[in-house]
C-alpha cells in the first residue's frame, strides 16, 4: 500500500526558477492538502483541494499555486523560486466525505532549498 | 478554528507513562481534539482523536476535561521510539481545511 507519495525527495534550487513538487496518493481521497514545515513555525496550509477539480488558499498561499485535475494528483508549482520557500513540503490526503474520522494522512516530505 | 497550547517540551523516563497536556479552551461544540505526531523528519502521523468521551487504542489514551477545555494524551509505557513531536490539534471531523498543528511539544524518552 503506497498511500501518499511525494517527489522528489529533496531538491536544491536556483533562485528564479521555476519547480513543480509533485503528491500522488492511491487511498481515492477527496481532500488533499499541502504544508510547509520551518523551524519553529510548525506546520503551516498552503493550498487545499476538497475535490477533484477545486482548490483553495490556506494560510500561505503567496508564491505558490496548485492544481487538482484529478482525485490521485495535487502538484505543488513555485512560478518563481524565492530563498524564503526554502522548507520541507509535506502533502497530506483525508476521506471529506461520509464517514470521514477527519484523520489526514502524510507523505514523506519534500525538502527544497532554495539559493 | 480553535487554536491549542501545549508545552514546547517534556521528558519522559522510558517505560513510564508519558502524559502530554493541551489546552482548548475556546473549542467549539462540534470541534473534535485530535493528535499527532511527527518523528524526526517524517510525515506527521495520525494518533488519536475524541470529542468530549475519554478514548482508547493501541497507541494511546486521549483524556478530555468534562469542560473540554483541556485534554491529555497519555502514552502508557514510553519507549525511546516514542520520542517526536506530538500536536494538539482542535477541527470538525471533517471539512475544514485550515488545520492548525502549531509547533506542538517534544518528547524525549530518556533510557
Known amino acids: 500500500i503506497a498511500g501518499i507519495t511525494q517527489a522528489p525527495t529533496s531538491q536544491i534550487l536556483a533562485a528564479g526558477r521555476r519547480m513543480t513538487l509533485r503528491c500522488t496518493q492511491d487511498?481515492?481521497?477527496?481532500?488533499m492538502y499541502w504544508y510547509r514545515q520551518d523551524l519553529g513555525l510548525g506546520l503551516r496550509l498552503i493550498h487545499y483541494?476538497?475535490?477533484?477539480?477545486?482548490?483553495g488558499k490556506g494560510e500561505v498561499p503567496d508564491g505558490y499555486s496548485v492544481s487538482r485535475a484529478n482525485t490521485d494528483d495535487f502538484p505543488l508549482t513555485l512560478a518563481s523560486a524565492v530563498p524564503s520557500q526554502t522548507s520541507v513540503y509535506f502533502c497530506?490526503?483525508?476521506?471529506?466525505?461520509?464517514?470521514?474520522?477527519?484523520?489526514?494522512?502524510f507523505g514523506e516530505g519534500s525538502r527544497l532549498t532554495v539559493l | 478554528d480553535a487554536k491549542t497550547t501545549q508545552p514546547p517540551s517534556m521528558d519522559c523516563a522510558e517505560g513510564r507513562a508519558a502524559n502530554l497536556p493541551c489546552n482548548h479552551s475556546?473549542?467549539?461544540?462540534?470541534?473534535?481534539v485530535y493528535w499527532y505526531r511527527q518523528i524526526h523528519s517524517q510525515g506527521p502521523q495520525y494518533i488519536i482523536h475524541g470529542l468530549k468521551n475519554n478514548e482508547t487504542n493501541e497507541m494511546a489514551s486521549l483524556i478530555i476535561t468534562e469542560d473540554r477545555k483541556s485534554s491529555t494524551l497519555i502514552l502508557p509505557h514510553a519507549t525511546l521510539r516514542d520520542t517526536a513531536v506530538y500536536y494538539c490539534?482542535?477541527?470538525?471531523?471533517?471539512?475544514?481545511?485550515?488545520?492548525?498543528f502549531g509547533t506542538g511539544t517534544r518528547l524525549t524518552v530518556i533510557p
Open positions: 490539534i482542535v477541527r470538525v471531523a471533517a471539512g475544514a481545511n485550515n488545520l492548525f
Open positions: 497530506a490526503s483525508s476521506v471529506l466525505a461520509g464517514a470521514d474520522t477527519g484523520e489526514l494522512f
Open positions: 483541494s476538497n475535490t477533484a477539480g477545486t482548490t
Open positions: 475556546t473549542i467549539s461544540g462540534n470541534e473534535y
Open positions: 487511498m481515492r481521497h477527496n481532500a
